[in-house]
């Protein structure tokens, strides 16, 4: 009943940027939190950033400072800007978006994108 559209990965040199961008879409009633998780090949998929509906944000110890997690509850939407890549960000990049559905019984969901790339190489 919800679905997440994923757009802006790709390859990018070290010391490079990508936007990533997520758009919900469905019967949400509201949204308690919006992230962003990544899993390279052979490990394990990690959060990288999260925020909530009131603005809290959190990052990955591996990330701070270099990517900024934003959202826009109205369009439904995350980001995720991505400074100053390093070889180890190479990953597939998912959202993920919490929250509660329209309708009488108001039930929670969690619905994932179909993850986007991410390579940083020279």
């Known amino acids: 009943q919800v679905q997440l559209v994923e757009s802006g990965g790709g390859k990018v040199q070290p010391g490079g940027s990508l936007r990533l961008s997520c758009a919900a879409s469905g019967n949400i009633f509201s949204i308690n939190a919006m992230g962003w998780y990544r899993q390279a090949p052979g490990k394990e998929r990690e959060l990288v950033a999260r925020?909530?509906?009131?603005?809290?944000?959190m990052y990955a110890d591996s990330v701070k400072g270099r990517f900024t997690i934003s959202g826009d509850n109205a369009k439904k939407t995350v980001y995720l800007q991505m400074n100053s890549l390093k070889v180890e960000d190479t990953a597939v990049y998912y959202c993920?978006?919490?929250?509660?559905?329209?309708?009488?019984?108001?039930?929670?969901?969690?619905?994932w994108g179909q993850g986007t790339q991410v390579t940083v190489s020279s």
């Open positions: 993920n978006i919490n929250g509660l559905l329209a309708g009488t019984a108001k039930r929670f969901f969690v619905s």
């Open positions: 925020i909530t509906s009131e603005g809290s944000t």
